[in-house]
């Protein structure tokens, strides 16, 4: 993965736009910011499987389910049979066997979800079968040993795995498949059900977040960032969405947010979407994510060498607006508030310089040895702003913040640091539950003394080497007050896939959003 090697080698993290403002102008050319992606499959369920369509049957073993509603004589079946005896096709989880030639079927592709599958074992079997067949132009009938409410499982991962983000390419793009996927059960209306009401709005979540994190930064910067959402969450019931300038920012006094963003012609904006879902709690969850749409590292420049990848240093603000429009589109029964900490890093005249003395909204001061450390105080000012304006009852951050991160788990956990021991217990579930693995990191006392100065409350990083994502973390933490329930997500490992797996094709993963759908749902 590019974006993790340059983390590794840098040793650090990474005007309103109208909604009908369609295109913006970068050099000599003019980019279109609302462009659609190659259309996907429409995913509709029926009792019987329409002809023609290629077959995906989900296995649990290597014995072929009965498949009511699908035309499949004596002899395919037998055929069937013998070919997974032949190949010693088990059913597996993520296993496949790809048959042409039987009956009338164009093609048959079993695909494994093991014994007993979960719901997001489910999910990975529907995911793999879109990546199987991303280049298959005829529809897709789905069936297998699966109830009406499993159905759905498979139909989401389905939606998650055949996501595809070609909006830009103009020569030799290959079509996106057209047909339509029909999962055939015998209460295809329950199954429906269960689908648009939970997990179509979550695919749409995550279809979000990996659409913003995958636009290029001269697409997608404070500003437009901000007419994106608005435009997603247009008329979505129980929504709020509040959005400070520079000028507002500077005049409460968030010094650091609009420090980070000072180089850049293209101003900050802090972002916040509230979601509340009837009978939830009065508190809100505040889920605030770095939005740094492009991070050059500013004055402390990063190396050339992939640094186009940090456009993705937004992630965490793409997540968490994400897991807003999952929830407020099914009328999830939650409150939350996802904030998107939104600045642009630049080398301008104008930019921070190692050694300056920013000020959050608090009066607290921070001295930024290493402009290529901003994540932290972007997060710095929204913690406190958010604490100070929505009294939330917990505050998770997500951010692509460190290098040392990588290095510590690559890209199969994003690391966890909480200093409250029923969050934290919290997140891990969620992150099991949805697929969305976090693993636990220390935040020792002793890393404090580490980043004191001399002539100011706090340091952004050590002056020497250490445990840097938990420097990182503790910094971030250093603006949330103790008494508030408090846990950080460094993503920088996660947040982008160098291939694809069954439920995130290669590209922007989304990362967050699944798992903080979750959290929320839980009542934490």
């Known amino acids: 993965m590019r974006m993790k090697s340059l983390l590794l080698s840098a040793c650090l993290s990474l005007a309103l736009v109208p909604a009908a403002l369609a295109q913006t102008v970068t050099g000599s050319g003019v ?6 992606n190659s259309a996907e499959r429409a995913i509709g369920f029926a009792a019987s499987a329409p002809a023609g369509a290629a077959l995906v049957v989900v296995m649990t073993d290597a014995t072929l389910p009965p498949l009511d509603g699908v035309a499949l004589s004596a002899g395919e079946r037998q055929a069937v049979t013998a070919a997974i005896a032949a190949a010693s096709f088990d059913g597996k989880a993520e296993s496949t066997l790809s048959l042409r030639g039987i009956g009338a079927h164009p093609r048959i592709l079993l695909v494994g979800a093991g014994a007993t599958p979960s719901s997001l074992a489910l999910a990975e079997a529907g995911g793999k079968a879109a990546q199987e067949l991303k280049s298959e132009a005829r529809p897709v009938t789905i069936a297998g040993a699966f109830g009406d409410a499993s159905a759905a499982d498979v139909a989401y991962g389905f939606a998650l795995g055949q996501y595809r983000f070609d909006r830009y390419k103009t020569v030799d793009k290959k079509a996106a498949p057209t047909g339509a996927v029909t999962l055939v059960g015998a209460a295809p209306a329950a199954a429906e059900a269960a689908f648009t009401g939970r997990w179509k709005p979550l695919a749409e979540g995550v279809r979000l977040s990996r659409d913003l994190a995958n636009e290029p930064a001269n697409v997608i910067y404070p500003e437009s960032f901000v007419a994106r959402v608005r435009e997603a969450f247009a008329g979505i019931p129980g929504v709020s969405i509040e959005v400070l300038d520079e000028a507002a920012m500077r005049k409460l006094g968030m010094g650091t947010l609009v420090g980070v963003g000072q180089g850049s012609p293209r101003g900050s904006r802090l972002l916040a979407v509230r979601y509340r879902g009837a009978g939830s709690p009065n508190a809100p969850l505040a889920l605030i994510g770095k939005g740094i749409t492009f991070d050059s590292g500013g004055i402390s420049l990063k190396p050339g060498a992939g640094m186009w990848d940090m456009k993705g240093d ?10 807003a429009l999952s929830l407020a589109k099914s009328r999830a029964p939650a409150h939350v508030v996802a ?46 702003y958010i604490a100070q304006t929505y009294k939330p009852r917990a505050i998770v951050n997500i951010a692509t913040l460190t290098g040392a991160i990588v290095g510590a788990l690559d890209d199969q956990y994003a690391g966890l640091f909480a200093r409250d021991e029923k969050l934290a217990p919290a997140l891990l579930a969620a992150g099991t539950a949805s697929g969305e693995e976090l693993w636990r990191m220390p935040l020792h006392k002793n890393y404090a003394e580490k980043l004191k100065s001399d002539i100011a409350d706090i340091r952004n990083i050590a002056p020497s080497q250490g445990p840097g994502a938990s420097l990182g973390a503790h910094v971030i933490g250093f603006f949330v007050d103790e008494a508030t329930p408090w846990a950080h997500l460094d993503i920088a490992g996660v947040n982008q896939a160098d291939k694809a797996t069954s439920l995130v094709p290669k590209g922007m993963s989304g990362f967050g959003v699944r798992l903080l759908d979750q959290l929320a749902r839980s009542g934490e």
């Not at 980019?31 to 659609?36: G, Q």
């Not at 937004?314 to 897991?323: E, H, I, L, Q, T």
């Open 31 to 36: 980019i279109p910011a609302t462009a659609a």
């Open 314 to 323: 937004m992630s965490g603000a793409a997540s968490v607006v994400g897991a």
């Open 339 to 384: 904030v998107a900490a939104l600045a642009e890093n630049m080398p301008d005249g104008n930019a921070q310089r190692p050694g300056d003395v920013t000020r959050t909204l608090s009066g607290k001061t921070i001295e930024m040895l290493n402009a290529d450390a901003e994540g932290r105080l972007v997060l710095a000012d929204a913690n406190e």
